[in-house]
């Protein structure tokens, strides 16, 4: 009566051997494609952008750059989304001119965002008056201003959400309109650098 016997362990070690290479392969693969990957990237991709020569880092806080005096520049938009975006040119030095700055919007709107970036990057003077475009139950304790109320060392800074896009400055006043306001904001800032 014969035993039957196990086939050879060479079997089993050249599976194994197969294995390891094969493994040994996908890793070397792997490196070899994400060092090829990161060649092809742009600097959007990488969390940076250059506009206007300053190169402009993401953060969690959004996007900053620092000019050559190492102001920082903040926004929140990628500087990449906003460079086919037009925007007119205004004068925001004028801003600081006056002796009141009455801010003025509908708090019903979303315009928020926008105002805290135009007052993060936009020098404005000491006195800014918080007000109100509508008057409801949301703004009982704030004057009720708009552009008519400008004028004689009074600024009136309005937000205001709308279809089209606007940004109208005249006669002491500054009305900034549109369906993204912060993206608008973001492309003044841009603008004024």
């Known amino acids: 009566m014969r035993m039957k016997t196990k086939p050879p ?4 070690k050249s599976r194994k051997k197969i294995y ?3 493994m040994g392969f996908m890793i070397i693969a792997i490196m070899i494609g ?6 092809k990237k742009d600097d959007t991709t990488e969390g940076a952008y250059e506009y206007k020569g300053l190169k402009f880092a993401n953060t969690d806080a959004g996007w900053v750059a620092y000019k050559a005096d190492n102001t920082q520049v ?8 906003l460079a086919n975006m ?7 030095a004028m801003m600081r001119t006056y002796g009141k700055l009455y801010v ?19 020098p404005v003077p000491q006195l800014v008056v918080p007000a109100c475009t509508v008057d409801i139950d949301e703004c009982k304790d704030s004057p009720i201003k708009n552009c008519t109320d400008a004028g004689n060392g009074v600024g009136v800074l309005l937000f205001k959400e709308a ?24 492309k003044m800032v841009l603008e004024s650098l």
Do not use: H
């Not at 362990?9 to 089993?12: D, E, F, L, S, V």
């Not at 903040?74 to 989304?81: D, R």
């Open 9 to 12: 362990k060479a079997q089993g």
């Open 20 to 22: 390891i290479w094969l």
């Open 34 to 39: 994400s060092a090829l990957d990161l060649w």
């Open 74 to 81: 903040w926004i929140m938009t990628n500087p990449a989304e």
């Open 86 to 92: 037009t925007v007119p040119y205004v004068n925001t």
């Open 104 to 122: 003025t919007y509908n708090p019903k709107e979303r315009v928020k965002v926008a105002l805290n970036q135009f007052f993060k990057n936009i």
């Open 163 to 186: 279809n089209e896009t606007k940004i109208i400055y005249e006669k002491d006043c500054l009305t900034i309109q549109g369906k993204e306001l912060t993206k608008i904001v973001d």
